[in-house]
């Protein structure tokens, strides 16, 4: 159980190219989709919380207009990298939670490998 | 949120058990320490939450002293499949956010 999907796993694309990528809870309702990123050797970086049904709460740093996330149902979010560039090159990684509180663990995904050329 | 400390590194053999020890001395009254296991080019996969005293699954145990300012996971007998990065973290109580520290790279050999 709790099986969260995420895809592509992989993509490259060309500099300027926007960029989707689609986080599924397979057998559960998320109230709450966390993405990340994380860069080799480093360890994971929180981007955004997404709550179904409302706008996405961002980390400090990460800018809102470049990341586009939108979490339209319980059981899908979509991170969107606009205008990408090659720094925006790295692993994300989504995650979901039933309840969006501590006591229920955070569920996540295998990750998309973004490559910007 | 509460910031972790684990050590960076260890080395165990197989069928040992390993103990990996993580500080969180700012943890709140609503926090649940959770531990992740991920493998290269993997997401996080769960192992283990707390929030007192000792929890035991199929894969781990996980104490908790009283204080909550540490806790210890522990790995009854690794394999050589154990080789990963082990995250030590403390889920905030109402929005269950993470913040992923730098993790204890284990190594098992054979």
Same mark, same amino acid.
């Given at each position: ?5 995420? =895809? ?15 986080? +599924? ?11 990340? +990123? ?11 919380? !997404? ?19 939108? =979490?339209? !149902? ?10 990408? =560039? ?8 989504? !995650? ?10 955070? =569920?996540?995904?295998?990750?998309? +490998?973004?490559?910007?050329? | ?30 926090? &649940? ?9 993997? *997401?996080? %996969?769960?192992?283990?939450? /707390? ?16 204080? %909550? ?7 009854? %007998? ?8 082990? &995250? ?7 929005? *269950?956010?993470?913040?992923? *520290?730098? /993790? ?7």
């Amino acid at each position: 159980g709790a099986v969260v999907s995420q =895809h592509p796993s992989w993509v490259i694309c060309k500099s300027g190219t926007s960029v989707k990528i689609e986080c +599924r809870s397979l057998d559960f309702q998320a109230t709450t989709m966390f993405w990340y +990123r994380q860069f080799p050797k480093q360890s994971l970086m929180l981007m955004a919380t !997404s709550n179904e049904g409302s706008k996405a709460t961002y980390e400090q740093g990460v800018e809102k207009d470049k990341f586009l996330i939108n =979490h339209a !149902s319980l059981t899908l979010s979509t991170l969107t990298v606009t205008s990408a =560039h090659p720094e925006d090159s790295s692993f994300y990684i989504c !995650s979901a939670s039933q309840t969006g509180v501590g006591n229920q663990p955070q =569920h996540f995904g295998d990750g998309t +490998r973004l490559s910007i050329l | 949120l509460a910031k972790t400390t684990q050590p960076i590194s260890m080395d165990s053999y197989e069928g040992q058990e390993v103990n990996i020890t993580c500080s969180h001395n700012n943890i709140a009254t609503n926090d &649940y320490i959770t531990w992740y296991q991920q493998f290269p080019s993997q *997401g996080p %996969r769960f192992i283990i939450q /707390g929030y007192k005293t000792k929890v035991t699954n199929e894969v781990a145990s996980l104490f908790i002293p009283a204080d %909550r300012k540490s806790s210890t996971l522990s790995l009854p %007998r690794v394999s050589l499949s154990d080789t990963a990065v082990y &995250y030590c973290l403390v889920a905030q109580g109402n929005t *269950g956010k993470l913040i992923f *520290g730098q /993790g204890t790279t284990l190594q098992v050999k054979p």
